[in-house]
T-cell receptor, first 114, second 117 residues
Framework: ETGVTQSPTHLIKTRGQQVTLRCSSQ?????VSWYQQALGQGPQFIFQ???????GRGNFPPRFSGLQFPNYSSELNVNALELDDSALYLC?????????????FGPGTRLLVL | AQTVTQSQPEMSVQEAETVTLSCTYD???????LFWYKQPPSRQMILVIR??????QNATENRFSVNFQKAAKSFSLKISDSQLGDAAMYFC??????????????FGKGTKLSVIP
C-alpha cells in the first residue's frame, strides 16, 4: 500500500510569485484535503477535493486554489505569494463514504516566501 | 464554532512511565470523530488513535489509550510505558462535516512531549 506523497519537500519563493504544490493520495483513497501549518501552530484547513471538485473550504482567500485529477492526485496553487504564506503545507487523503473518514497525511512541503 | 484546546504546551515524562495529554473541544454536534496525531521533527503527521463520538467505549491502540468524556467534551490521551520514540508534538483534532459531504479537521495547538531517558 502506497502512502501519501508530496512534492517538492522544500521551496523558496519571493513575494508576488505563484507556486504549485503536488500531492499523490494513498492507494484506494478518493478524497484529498490540504492544510497550512504555520510555525508553532496546528494545521489549518484550506480545502478538500472529491470527484475532482472542491467540496469544502476553510477561511482562505481565493488566491489559494486547487485541482484534483482523475487518479485522485491533487495540486495546491497559491497566487500572489505573501510573506505570511510561509508555512508547512500538508496534504491528507481519505476515503469518502468510509465510516470513519480518517485522514492520512503526507510529509508536507515547506514553503518559504522571501 | 468548533474549537479544540490543548492546555499543556509542553509535557515531559520519564522513560517507561505513563503520561496523559489533555484536550477539550467545543461543539454543538452530536456525531463527530476525534483523533490524536503525532508529529515528530520529521514533520510527518502520524495517526495515533481515533474515536467515534457515538461509541462509549474508549479507544485503545497498544500503549495508547484515550479517556473520552462526551458530556464534558474532553478527550485525553494516555501513553503507557513511554519510549524515546514517543517524543514529538501531539495534536488533538476534531472532525466535523462542513456540508456537501466535506469533512474537515480542526486541530489544537499541540503539546510538545519530551521523554527523559
Amino acid at each position: 500500500e502506497t502512502g501519501v506523497t508530496q512534492s517538492p519537500t522544500h521551496l523558496i519563493k519571493t513575494r508576488g510569485q505563484q507556486v504549485t504544490l503536488r500531492c499523490s493520495s494513498q492507494s484506494g483513497h478518493n478524497t484529498v484535503s490540504w492544510y497550512q501549518q504555520a510555525l508553532g501552530q496546528g494545521p489549518q484547513f484550506i480545502f478538500q477535493y472529491y470527484r475532482e471538485e472542491e467540496n469544502g473550504r476553510g477561511n482562505f482567500p481565493p488566491r489559494f486554489s486547487g485541482l484534483q485529477f482523475p487518479n485522485y492526485s491533487s495540486e495546491l496553487n497559491v497566487n500572489a505569494l505573501e510573506l505570511d504564506d510561509s508555512a508547512l503545507y500538508l496534504c491528507a487523503s481519505s476515503l469518502a463514504l468510509a465510516g470513519l473518514k480518517t485522514q492520512y497525511f503526507g510529509p508536507g512541503t515547506r514553503l518559504l516566501v522571501l | 464554532a468548533q474549537t479544540v484546546t490543548q492546555s499543556q504546551p509542553e509535557m515531559s515524562v520519564q522513560e517507561a512511565e505513563t503520561v496523559t495529554l489533555s484536550c477539550t473541544y467545543d461543539t454543538s454536534e452530536s456525531d463527530y470523530y476525534l483523533f490524536w496525531y503525532k508529529q515528530p521533527p520529521s514533520r510527518q503527521m502520524i495517526l495515533v488513535i481515533r474515536q467515534e463520538a457515538y461509541k462509549q467505549q474508549n479507544a485503545t491502540e497498544n500503549r495508547f489509550s484515550v479517556n473520552f468524556q462526551k458530556a464534558a467534551k474532553s478527550f485525553s490521551l494516555k501513553i503507557s510505558d513511554s519510549q524515546l520514540g514517543d517524543a514529538a508534538m501531539y495534536f488533538c483534532a476534531y472532525m466535523w462535516s462542513s456540508g456537501a459531504g466535506s469533512y474537515q479537521l480542526t486541530f489544537g495547538k499541540g503539546t510538545k512531549l519530551s521523554v527523559i531517558p
